[in-house]
T-cell receptor
Framework: AQSVTQLGSHVSVSEGALVLLRCNYS??????LFWYVQYPNQGLQLLLK??????LVKGINGFEAEFKKSETSFHLTKPSAHMSDAAEYFC???????????FGSGTRLSIRP | NAGVTQTPKFRVLKTGQSMTLLCAQD?????MYWYRQDPGMGLRLIHY???????AKGEVPDGYNVSRLKKQNFLLGLESAAPSQTSVYFC?????????????FGPGTRLLVL
């Protein structure tokens, strides 16, 4: 079975500050890991994903995430927050079964001016 | 190229009423999915389809039915709506259904059941 835990349902940072959104996963098979972003009143869109190979994955809009197998983590970071980054972020895992992806409960990111 | 579209955007139902949500994709994807999104619970898979004419149950299928008569369309039906079905519904599609594949989401349908 697979599961995802996102630590912190709401994170608030100042514009220009580091963004760190935490995600831990559980998987009995090698995982594929995703971060999706949902802007207000929109559907989800892929930010980045880890499949195999390099453990540091770069995504759109300056975000990146590092797959750490020993810590079962896939935290999302961005060096400098921008007002346009305000959105809800979902971590997700798949791997054991085609067509099935498990989403975390989401983290809402707010940016303070 | 519209991607994934959903109809309607918002609907209010009374308990016991029925309705159908329509999802359409123009990317020629084989796989389509219906999710519901509830506060603090992320997205949960209701039903999915691996191709035209096929459907399968997801994590929370009770109270819903689906049909995939055409490859580009995936319909989600509520035969007798209940307040517990108040949610935001998202449709998604994928080309192959492989575990590492990106899913493409529609903008969502907000459903309120009174």
């Amino acid at each position: 079975a697979q599961s995802v835990t996102q630590l912190g349902s709401h994170v608030s940072v100042s514009e220009g500050a580091l963004v760190l959104l935490r995600c831990n996963y559980s998987s009995s098979v090698p995982p594929y890991l995703f971060w999706y972003v949902q802007y207000p009143n929109q559907g989800l869109q892929l930010l980045l994903k880890y499949t195999t190979g390099a453990t540091l994955v770069k995504g759109i809009n300056g975000f990146e995430a590092e797959f750490k197998k020993s810590e079962t983590s896939f935290h999302l970071t961005k060096p400098s927050a921008h007002m346009s980054d305000a959105a809800e972020y979902f971590c997700a895992v798949s791997g054991s079964s085609a067509s099935k992806i498990i989403f975390g409960s989401g983290t809402r990111l707010s940016i303070r001016p | 190229n519209a991607g994934v579209t959903q109809t309607p955007k918002f609907r209010v139902l009374k308990t016991g009423q029925s309705m159908t949500l329509l999802c359409a994709q123009d990317m020629n994807h084989e796989y389509m999915y219906w999710y519901r999104q509830d506060p603090g619970m992320g997205l949960r898979l209701i039903h999915y389809s691996v191709g035209e004419g096929t459907t399968a149950k997801g994590e929370v299928p009770d109270g819903y039915n689906v049909s995939r008569l055409k490859k580009q369309n995936f319909l989600l039906g509520l035969e007798s709506a209940a307040p517990s079905q108040t949610s935001v519904y998202f449709c998604a599609s994928g080309r192959t259904g492989m575990s590492q594949e990106t899913q493409y989401f529609g903008p969502g349908t907000r459903l309120l059941v009174l």
